[in-house]
């Protein structure tokens, strides 16, 4: 019988651009285009990815693939690692809610990587994206909820065979290699959920993807010089699935694979904080807008939503930007005080602003069986403001803006692009490099690489 780690591998070698639909490339381009004003406005304003890339120029190397920021070269698997810390450190790259995973920062950087490492076309790099993403979707989909539940932060665990398969395709490794790389990418497999529970911790969480794309790319390279790791990596006695979860939807892993693409249902995020926050976020500027409250009147907001979303956002009194980005009370304050949550609301500023922070002492958030009974077909919440005369004023979103069933239009995701890029360029540069991104298979990999 077919090991799970074959029928990927011939997924993976046989895919190419040529024969992906035109909404597939589009999306792949959006998709580069908003990890790409992410990463650069990540570097920009947090300390992590900064860290992160002052130690790789330390570290120096062979010259084979870009840290974005530093418009330098240094060994692939460091590049890798250094521009997914940047492009996971603001919360606001792409995710997959049946999955619960952000596939971009962990694929798009690996797969960057292994093109500038085998000098690979543009369209080779689509190719490789929709591989990559294809596959760490499909894992994410087969073991989630439960490998959540058991503490997993599954874009790590997920993330090195999406990697993985992204750079086999783009580094056109034979069959026999690609299940060799699968398997070692499953071995470096890591990721626990626990840093969305603390202060301090919330600030290292771009760890996990940056340690995804890394073990991704080495995998192949390692592949490609003759190592093989496991072949029943997946289902073996004492393979990952077992390891990673207590329930696993085994057809998700390979059903219609090469005919459906999950690329084409992720969502993009318009606020910079956990997914789990933005059905809040949304119900809360809904709510203000149609009360048109004083803030100083409010006397208490309640909020309602699934347990996930208490458990993985429900820091109640954040001290820094990034524990502020899981915390739903911080959130709900911040748009309802600032009429936003977008990139450059968390910061120190607003976490020290007792405006904030005191409103956000009013919020009262609870887990109901309501939400919980629809989740993840739905992840929402219901909001009400309560005044100081005890009017009412309630809201409820279904599911965020962003999703593929209440999608952002293409000029909110170009808003969010120029914000973000221009933490770093001119608006000047930031078009020139969006329009650019958006007609890729008619560029050079290196012409884009140079706007960074």
Request: proline fraction near 3%; include cysteine; glycine fraction near 8%.
């Amino acid at each position: 019988m077919s090991t799970i780690s074959a029928k990927y591998a011939d997924f993976s070698v046989r895919t190419r651009f040529e024969d992906l639909d035109q909404k597939i490339i589009d999306q792949a381009k959006m998709l580069i285009l908003d990890l790409t004003g992410v990463s650069l406005a990540g570097y920009e304003m947090m300390e992590f990815p900064r860290l992160v890339v002052d130690y790789m120029i330390e570290l120096g190397g062979k010259p084979e693939a870009t840290i974005l920021h530093t418009k330098r070269k240094f060994p692939a698997i460091n590049a890798a690692f250094a521009n997914a810390a940047c492009a996971h450190a603001l919360d606001m790259d792409d995710g997959h809610r049946f999955a619960a995973l952000h596939p971009g920062t962990v694929i798009i950087p690996a797969a960057m990587a292994a093109a500038e490492l085998v000098k690979a076309s543009t369209r080779e790099f689509i190719a490789g994206i929709v591989v990559g993403y294809e596959i760490m979707i499909r894992i994410g989909m087969a073991i989630s909820p439960s490998s959540l539940n058991r503490g997993f932060h599954i874009t790590g665990i997920a993330g090195s065979f999406g990697a993985a398969a992204a750079a086999a395709n783009i580094m056109g490794l034979s069959h026999d290699e690609t299940v060799g790389a699968f398997g070692m990418a499953g071995l470096q497999s890591s990721g626990l959920i626990q840093v969305n529970h603390e202060t301090e911790g919330a600030k290292v969480k771009p760890i996990n993807p940056a340690r995804a794309a890394m073990s991704g790319i080495l995998s192949c390279i390692l592949a490609q010089r003759g190592a093989h790791g496991p072949e029943n990596i997946f289902e073996g006695e004492d393979g990952f699935l077992k390891a990673v979860a207590d329930k696993v939807e085994h057809d998700l892993l390979v059903r219609d694979l090469g005919q459906e693409f999950e690329i084409c249902k992720v969502y993009l995020k318009l606020y910079a904080a956990c997914r789990h926050a933005h059905a809040c976020i949304d119900a809360a500027l809904k709510a203000n807008e149609d009360s048109g409250i004083d803030i100083e009147d409010i006397r208490k907001i309640n909020v309602e939503t699934y347990p996930a979303a208490v458990r993985l956002a429900g820091i109640v009194h954040p001290t820094t930007a990034s524990a502020a980005r899981f915390s739903i009370p911080f959130s709900v304050a911040l748009a309802l005080i600032r009429k936003d949550a977008g990139t450059d609301k968390y910061t120190e500023e607003t976490v020290n602003d007792e405006k904030i922070q005191r409103l956000a002492g009013k919020v009262k958030l609870a887990a109901t069986t309501e939400w919980q009974e629809v989740y993840p077909t739905k992840r929402g919440a219901t909001l009400t403001i309560i005044d100081k005369n005890n009017a009412i004023w309630s809201a409820r979103v279904d599911l965020a803006k962003g999703e593929p069933e209440r999608p952002a239009s293409s000029e909110e995701i170009h808003k969010k692009f120029i914000g973000n890029a221009t933490q770093i360029l001119s608006e000047k540069e930031a078009e020139i490099l969006g329009s650019k991104i958006m007609k890729l298979e008619a560029s050079f990999l290196d012409d884009i690489i140079r706007l960074l």
